[in-house]
């Protein structure tokens, strides 16, 4: 199940898609003729988007905090401070400067000079001491591997500070997705391709309708009393949930 969260940040879309396979031609044909920024982590089938003329590919810091994590638990001793700790501390840096946009309600343009004067000189320092780390590590340990994702995904993880609407991470894309995982525990499997495809309408239009303040049950129930009298394409696009009005779904 593929997930694609996108649109105005406002007003935000969710489409979940199901596709029997994993590789990056999934996205790729999904996303033919878009142009503009996508966010993912560093899974290599989204490679092929960075090849496409107009996509700009964005990474994931959530995705680094993680491998330097997984450093961490897997000492000896878990106290003893390392390099790994150190990472943190950088990546913690730069989510407190995003923690401080949001607390101060920065406009767009304020948030863009906060990064550029705040954020990049700390991304060059953490990725100096990234390639100081790539020559004193073995490559194929748990810190080795941490450094060389973070190095070889550098272009797309640095690039959030070009504009203002990009995250640190696609956390957003990810909490979308985590439902279904857990809902999976209890239906186990799809019978059907055509039950898979049912399944990703009807969880884009939940989760839609969660992006955008909107109560499912409440929604759904406005839904089904209005489809039997939606005639024209633009009748069914006003029945989304982007464009419903909260207060038309109050139940009585």
Known sequence: MWVYRGGDPQKPVLIYQYQPSRSGQ????????????????????YDLLGRQVGIRLV?????????????????????????????????????AIEKQATANELSSD?????????????????????????????????????????????????RYIEDARLRPDNNLAENAIRPFVLGRKNWLFSGHP???????????????AKANGLKPYEYFRFLFEKLPHAESEEDYKKLLPRYIDPGLLIVS
């Not at 994590?69 to 897997?74: D, F």
């Not at 700390?122 to 810190?143: A, E, H, I, V």
């Open 194 to 208: 055509n039950g898979a495809e049912a399944s990703a309408a009807i969880f884009s239009l939940i989760e839609t």
């Open 59 to 95: 990474g994931c810091w959530a995705h680094v905090r993680r491998k330097f994590l997984e450093v961490i638990k897997a000492k000896s001793n878990p106290k003893k401070k390392g390099h790994a700790e150190e990472a943190l501390d950088y990546i913690g840096r730069l989510y």
């Open 110 to 158: 304020q948030l863009y000079c906060l990064r550029q004067n705040a954020a990049k000189p700390m991304l060059n320092d953490f990725k100096s001491w990234l390639l100081r780390m790539s020559t004193l590590t073995p490559p194929k340990g748990l810190l080795g591997k941490a450094v060389n994702y973070t190095l070889h995904n550098w272009d797309r993880l640095a």
């Open 26 to 45: 999934v996205p790729f044909a999904f996303l033919k003729g878009y142009r503009g920024f996508v966010q993912t982590d560093g899974y290599s089938g």
